[in-house]
């Protein structure tokens, strides 16, 4: 064993950092009850929280590792000496550190516990020191004492000296384990009940461990089993001459390696011989020798013999039936009656395939002359074996012949669905089937080219070329051509006629109409659609023409009306805006005096209401003169009380004072305590005599003050009165003006409406006359727009009755605006906006 340092504990060492911080936790919380106890509160919470985070700190940052077990060993002593400081050295909390001293030999590592005693070492030296001077830190209940302290320091080095022994002695077995004991023993439990499948682990260079040697052991076993797996696997496979490799292994697991290769090349040898004369037996030579095997090996001697002569005889009586046959006999069989057993059966079998190769020659020819008379549904027998070999190629050729066709039928039934591109698949055929196959595909890709020739054509057509090149295709094909050209000829006519439409259109001659005689079938109704089009256009415009002229001549006389009308109504606008403009003024000065009226109003009912205020004001300090008068008088038996007070106070210092003197030297103190008593007693009494003689002053001044606050509060409602009187009489005032104000304000309304009316009835009439004009304008730019369509004599004369129907028209609507008019001068002024509108 030269290495004593690995650390595979250390995973350990992270269970045993669990449970010590569980104890730090613990050891906080007895020095917290501790401190609850005799009120140690500074030591517990400056020592004890500090020595307990830290170790935990590093248990959460550094498990397992050697820093964090020492740094719990050292709070482990820190905790020591808390309790002995808290318990003023109290020989029982001593024990504490032999018991903390053994529990860190859980971590199977000498250094914490060196650490800790390291530790402790010091901190009784320094407290033995410390516990001399009086400095308030103990180490012993009855005081510094070296004897003990030299005990007690014995005691604990003997002690972390057999720790560190057993922790040094812990590792090591540890370290020869290898692992933890329970662990180690299912895992050499398991090895010893042939479970090679057991993972054992070992930490980074152990190699002297129990764990590690049985893990060895499971590696040389494995690999002794692998390789004999493995040679089985190869030898079934039929490589025999695989054997086990054994250069990786030594000892007796080499033995047994070369053991078993071996017994196999044993029995390798064996069935090599034997195999030799039946190969020979299989290449015709049966007078091959064969070494006569000893022992129970002998059976497979006079077996191969046995095997010579059956199969010797065998084949003499096959050659017989072969002469036979060859001769044309047949019907020749083997004489099954000479041989026993198997060979007989294998007689009984020769017979049967004779039998069965000449009736399966008759079902083929029968099969054949089928498929030759294209009957590919026939079905032959189904014959076992490698006979199936026959079944197998007819069936191939007939799949072939049956292929080709379901080929010429698919592809015809994608041609009907529109998968135009769809063609044979030569190549999965051979042979002169391929070549059906492409001749076939050939035929449908000369009549796809001409369809995508002659549809590329029509594309062009159908794009606005109607000149686009189609090649003359040969023989009865020249039917597309003629097809395509027919097309090409009725487009054409069909595009002229529309290009002829649409230069007379632009010439405004739109009574030119294309000719139908030139069209057949759709074209003409193409082009008797495009002139019924025409006509219902032309229709409109020809009435519009007509109406424009007649709207000219009418939007002209309204133009003349309106303008008549609107200065008419200018002139009242103006008359009703200087009476609107009088009443205003007379408003406003109405208006101004119910104002001055209301205000004087609100003055006198704020005065009387200011009075009233003043009333209640000098009732209130009436009242509250009287409660401070009275307050006055307790206040002056107060201070008569507190004149009383100082006064016994004033006895009892005196008595005091006798008593300090009866006491002599020890009543000193108290003597002067009972002077400084008795002069305050005596400032007091002053200071409540002063008191009183203000409050009595006090006292008769606001008696009289609240006499003439009561004067003052019957003055007040008299004035009271007298306010009240003059706003009742300014209120009737003020209401007469606004009843006043409102009726002028009424009638200033009405005119202002008056006047708002006519305004807008001006402001129609303008509006009115500007969209006459407007309509005169755009009836002459309309007229202007349509005379440039060129119409004949008829529309002329439509044209000129319908402008003598709008004249007469206008003339009766004329006639009754008239009539109408004194009607709307007599009209209301108040006039709503609806008949406005209607007008």
Not at 40 to 61: D, H, N, Q, S, Y
Not at 341 to 365: C, F, L, P, S, W
Not at 555 to 561: C, D, H, N, S, V
Not at 605 to 629: E, F, L, P
Request: charged share 20%; net charge negative.
């Amino acid at each position: 064993m030269k290495n004593n340092t690995l650390t595979f504990v250390d995973p350990q060492a992270v269970k045993a950092d669990r449970l010590m911080g569980f104890t730090l936790a613990l050891l906080l919380l007895v020095s917290m009850g501790i401190a609850a106890t005799n009120g140690t509160w500074f030591e517990a919470l400056a020592v004890g929280l500090p020595a307990a985070v830290l170790p935990w700190l590093l248990i959460r940052v550094m498990p397992g590792s050697v820093q964090t077990r020492i740094s719990v060993g050292i709070a482990f002593m820190v905790f020591s000496a808390l309790a002995i400081q808290q318990t003023h050295g109290m020989i029982e909390a001593h024990f504490a550190i032999f018991i903390l001293l053994a529990f860190l030999l859980y971590y199977r590592d000498w250094k914490p516990i060196l650490a800790a005693a390291l530790v402790i070492a010091v901190h009784h030296v320094a407290f033995n020191f410390l516990q001399a001077g009086n400095t308030g830190f103990y180490i012993f209940a009855l005081g510094p004492n070296l004897h003990v302290l030299i005990i007690h320091a014995l005691s604990v080095v003997f002690e972390a000296a057999l720790l560190i022994l057993m922790a040094i002695n812990l590792r090591n077995e540890a370290n020869m384990i290898g692992g933890e004991p329970k662990v180690v023993m299912e895992m050499a439990r398991r090895v010893a009940n042939g479970d090679l499948s057991v993972e054992i682990e070992t930490q980074t260079g152990d190699t002297f461990s129990v764990n590690a040697a049985l893990k060895e052991m499971v590696n040389n076993l494995s690999s002794l089993v692998n390789n004999m797996q493995h040679m089985s696997a190869e030898h079934d496979k039929g490589h025999i001459n695989e054997v086990v490799n054994t250069s990786t292994f030594s000892g007796s697991f080499k033995e047994v390696a070369q053991g078993v290769n071996a017994m196999v090349a044993g029995h390798i040898d064996l069935n090599r011989q034997a195999m030799a004369v039946v190969k020979a037996f299989g290449e015709g030579n049966f007078d091959a020798p064969l070494t006569k095997f000893s022992g129970q090996q002998s059976y497979v001697s006079e077996t191969v013999e046995q095997v010579r002569s059956n199969i010797k005889n065998f084949v003499a009586e096959m050659q017989s039936m072969s002469v036979a046959h060859d001769a044309g006999d047949i019907d020749v069989r083997m004489e099954e009656d000479k041989f026993i057993g198997t060979y007989r059966e294998m007689a009984n079998g020769v017979n049967a395939m004779v039998g069965g190769h000449v009736q399966e020659k008759d079902q083929m020819i029968q099969l054949i002359r089928a498929l030759g008379d294209g009957d590919f549904e026939v079905q032959m027998k189904q014959f076992p074996g490698k006979k199936a070999e026959i079944n197998k190629n007819l069936d191939r050729l007939n799949g072939k012949l049956k292929g080709i066709v379901d080929s010429v039928k698919w592809v015809t039934a994608e041609h009907e669905q529109g998968n135009i591109d769809m063609s044979l698949h030569a190549h999965m055929f051979k042979g002169g089937f391929a070549e059906i196959a492409s001749s076939v595909n050939k035929i449908v890709g000369g009549q796809l080219e001409l369809t995508e020739k002659a549809l590329a054509c029509v594309k062009e057509f159908g794009e606005g070329n109607f000149d686009a090149p189609l090649e003359t295709f040969p023989g009865k094909k020249v039917f597309v051509n003629e097809a395509i050209e027919q097309v090409r000829a009725n487009l054409k006519a069909l595009n002229e006629d529309a290009q002829m439409l649409a230069d007379a259109a632009r010439e405004g001659r739109v009574m030119v109409r294309a000719s139908t005689d030139r069209h057949l079938g759709d074209y003409r109704k193409i082009v008797i659609g495009m002139n019924e089009t025409l006509e219902m256009i032309v229709k409109p415009i020809v009435t519009v023409k007509q109406s424009a002229e007649a709207i000219n001549t009418a939007a002209k006389e309204i133009a003349q009306g309106n303008a008549d009308l609107s200065r008419r109504t200018e002139d009242q606008a103006a008359s009703l805006e200087r009476t609107a403009s009088s009443m205003d003024q007379l408003s406003s000065t109405v208006k101004q005096n119910a104002d001055n009226a209301r205000q004087a109003n609100q003055l006198a009912i704020a005065a009387s209401g200011v009075a009233v205020k003043g009333g209640d004001a000098v009732g209130d300090v009436v009242s509250t003169m009287s409660a401070i008068n009275s307050s006055a008088k307790k206040i002056e038996d107060i201070i008569s009380v507190i004149d009383g007070i100082a006064f016994q106070t004033n006895i009892l210092a005196l008595n005091a004072a006798v008593e300090a003197a009866r006491a002599g030297e020890q009543g000193r103190g108290f003597a002067v305590v009972a002077a400084e008593v008795r002069n305050l007693a005596q400032r007091s009494a002053s200071a409540a005599k002063e008191i009183k003689e203000l409050i009595s002053d006090s006292v008769s001044k606001t008696a009289e003050g609240t006499r003439q606050v009561e004067m003052a509060g019957q003055t007040m409602q008299e004035i009271v009165s007298s306010v009240k009187r003059v706003t009742d009489i300014i209120g009737e005032i003020a209401a007469a003006s606004g009843e006043q104000s409102t009726g002028i304000a009424q009638i200033n309304e009405a005119i202002m409406k008056m006047d708002d009316v006519t305004q807008q009835n001006t402001a129609l009439v303008e509006e009115a006359a500007a969209a006459a004009e407007s309509l005169m304008e755009q009836s002459e730019e309309m007229t202007a727009v349509v005379s440039v369509f060129q119409l004949d004599n008829n529309s002329q004369k439509t044209a000129h009755k319908v402008s003598l129907a709008t004249k007469k028209h206008i003339n009766t609507t004329q006639t009754k605006n008239d009539k109408k008019e004194s009607a709307v001068r007599t009209a209301k002024t108040g006039t709503h906006d609806s008949e406005w509108e209607e007008f």
